[in-house]
């Protein structure tokens, strides 16, 4: 479980615990205002999955709750920006319960999970037997909440703590669909794969635009994949004009898409003058040129700001009536940087673009237009349109500035894999026969490979080549165990 506010503690007493010795103590924050406390964890979930849900509370006479507080046990379906899509609540248990006998000090009680509750206001709707999973879960959060009473600033006669035991959540039914992988490289060749990359070559115009100080190359030294991990690498080295090479990739007409989750397992170089980069360009300039047709920035930062990562989105109309996001950065904290392995995704929906280091969500955007001179276009455009991803080491430019006498070369950007995420049919593996002979079955849109073993104890082997519908070739009087694996 995870701590939300500072008031929870995990406390040790036989003699207290519903079961076992272990349990959590949940109190105010006696801060003048009405605080929140509790414990959460969350799940990976689906839409179409069902769950029944309780956990054991108690109040101590000698600490009773008091006052205005309140505390309750709730179940909530989030998807990928974590909106909440349904509520379900337990009995709340207050100073009224308490007082009607309803709910007795010294005394574990179970608490069912048995009410629908408005996302919004928290007023109960309706009764249920079963909590489900709306479309769009991507998961499930189980939640301890005590509310504080705003006049107990002081911890004196009003406030008591709760306790918490036996927390359960089950699932009763599966998901019918989910996040699922349905593009990905992983990089786990010995070359990069022309099928899923483009190699943009040369300066472009003015420096890309940004007077960038690089000559963009497809050379092996700027661009090559070794043990799992692709490397985009910038060089002090005289071409064309230009005094550094480097490498940027697309997939432009090989992958383009509209919503999901778009996810990079990345780390960078550090040092002025670089300026690495994972964005996403419109396919189609359907409303103008940029920035009317948009651009979404999944990562960039300035080499000469490790700890600093920003996420953005351009749009408006065209050079130079453009428009940008201006939300918050991402701050690295303990020594931590973009030099290290970290995960950088955006999640993508019809009104909302959320931006995340780690899966921690630091940015969130919602309102953006677009015009071309003289028309403007409904929201949500443009980001209403197929993107491709771009992934580049600029050397100079605008943002972070030349390179100098501390900058050290070569310059190498790395990463392990590019991930895009999509609500699909859940991934399983379907047996069925034919004519006496086994086929294996599963989504095809969905990446993933499939797996064998010829015993319990044996050894994972991808089965090279395979896919769906599969006929497995099972020895006389023997078994053989598969599975599918994504990505």
């Known amino acids: 479980m995870y701590g939300q506010g500072f008031n929870t503690l995990n406390q040790t007493s036989a003699s207290i615990a519903h079961s076992g010795s272990n349990y959590f103590k949940v109190f105010q924050g006696f801060t003048g205002s009405v605080t929140y406390s509790g414990i959460f964890q969350d799940n990976p979930s689906g839409a179409g999955a069902t769950y029944s849900a309780d956990g054991w509370a108690y109040t101590s006479s000698s600490d009773v709750l008091s006052g205005t507080n309140l505390a309750w046990i709730e179940v909530t379906f989030r998807d990928f920006n974590q909106s909440i899509l349904a509520l379900y609540r337990s009995s709340i248990i207050g100073t009224n319960a308490i007082k009607s006998g309803a709910f007795h000090p010294n005394t574990w009680y179970d608490l069912r999970i048995t009410n629908l509750c408005n996302p919004s206001t928290g007023q109960v709707i309706g009764a249920v037997t079963n909590l489900t999973a709306p479309p769009g879960t991507t998961f499930v959060r189980y939640q301890v909440t005590l509310q504080g009473d705003p ?288 086929q294996l079955s599963w989504p095809t849109n969905i990446v993933c490979r499939l797996q064998s073993k010829l015993n319990i104890e044996g050894t994972w082997n991808t089965v090279i080549g395979a896919a769906s519908p599969y006929t497995p070739n099972i020895p006389a009087n023997g078994a053989v165990f598969y599975r599918l694996v994504s990505p």
Request: glycine share 12%; no cysteine; net charge negative.
């Open 151 to 438: 006049s107990a600033a002081g911890g004196t006669n009003s406030g008591g703590s709760m306790y918490f035991d036996d927390m359960t959540l089950n699932q009763t039914a599966a998901a019918t669909n989910g996040l699922n992988i349905v593009w990905s490289d992983e990089f786990n060749g010995s070359s990069i794969n022309r099928n899923n990359w483009n190699f943009d070559i040369g300066n472009g115009s003015g420096g890309w635009g940004n007077n960038e100080l690089e000559y963009y190359t497809s050379n092996s030294q700027n661009a090559y994949v070794s043990n799992g991990v692709l490397h985009i690498v910038a060089l002090k080295q005289s071409t064309n004009g230009y005094n550094y090479t480097s490498a940027r990739m697309n997939t432009s007409g090989l992958y383009f898409k509209k919503y999901g989750v778009f996810e990079f397992r990345a780390k960078f170089p550090e040092g002025q003058g670089y300026w690495p980069a994972l964005w996403m360009f419109p396919q189609y300039s359907v409303y103008g040129g940029w920035a009317a047709s948009g651009e979404i920035d999944v990562f960039e930062a300035n080499g000469n700001n490790p700890t600093n990562v920003l996420g953005t989105i351009h749009y408006g109309g065209p050079y130079p009536g453009q428009a940008q996001s201006g939300g918050p950065s991402f701050n690295f904290s303990n020594g931590d940087s973009i030099t290290n392995w970290h995960n950088y995704s955006v999640q993508w929906t019809t009104n909302s673009i959320a931006w995340t280091v780690d899966n921690q969500i630091y940015e969130t955007q919602t309102s953006w237009y677009s015009y071309n001179g003289s028309t403007n276009f409904p929201y949500p455009a443009p980001f209403d349109q197929q993107f491709f991803i771009i992934m580049n080491l600029a050397v100079g430019g605008n943002f972070p500035g030349s390179p100098n006498s501390s900058t050290v070369f070569p310059g190498d950007m790395q990463v392990d894999y590019v991930r895009v995420y999509d609500f699909t049919p859940l991934l399983q593996l379907t047996a069925s026969t034919t004519n006496g002979h086994y």
